[in-house]
């Protein structure tokens, strides 16, 4: 089965930018809308960014807009999010979540909701603080 493992987070000051890694394994990520969400303490899981399987559709949550660029390496079956112009509000547990369900929406489409999505990494703490 896909597992997925996160890395990349850290200390960044306002304004910084980090690059968050997700590895998969045990399928090939290249079949699968990706997405990645984040959560902070008393909050919901909130979903950031998508990108459908073939890459043609990408998705983001009005907050990262221009900010956040998710992309995905087939090569190395690796999924990344590059995080530019850091904010505090950014400070969370940020997640890569994988879409497993085999429908064709996932060609040309990506969700940011939590159910859409079947399979998670463990979480990878980012830290925006001045």
């Known amino acids: 089965q896909l597992q997925l493992v996160e890395s990349g987070g850290g200390l960044v000051q306002p304004g910084g930018s980090l690059r968050l890694s997700c590895a998969a394994s045990?399928?090939?990520?290249?079949?699968?809308?990706i997405g990645w969400f984040r959560q902070t303490p008393g909050k919901e899981r909130e979903g950031i960014s998508c990108?459908?399987?073939?890459?043609?559709?990408?998705n983001y949550v009005d907050s990262v807009k221009g900010r956040f660029t998710i992309s995905r390496d087939n090569a190395r079956n690796t999924m990344y999010l590059q995080m530019n112009s850091l904010k505090l509000d950014d400070t969370a547990v940020y997640y890569c979540?994988?879409?497993?369900?085999?429908?064709?929406?996932?060609?040309?489409?990506?969700?940011?909701?939590?159910?859409?999505?079947?399979?998670w990494g463990q979480g990878t703490q980012v830290t925006v603080s001045s």
């Open positions: 990108m459908s399987s073939t890459g043609s559709a990408t």
């Open positions: 979540a994988v879409d497993l369900r085999p429908r064709m929406a996932a060609i040309s489409r990506c969700g940011l909701r939590i159910y859409d999505y079947d399979s």
């Open positions: 045990g399928l090939s990520l290249d079949s699968f809308a």
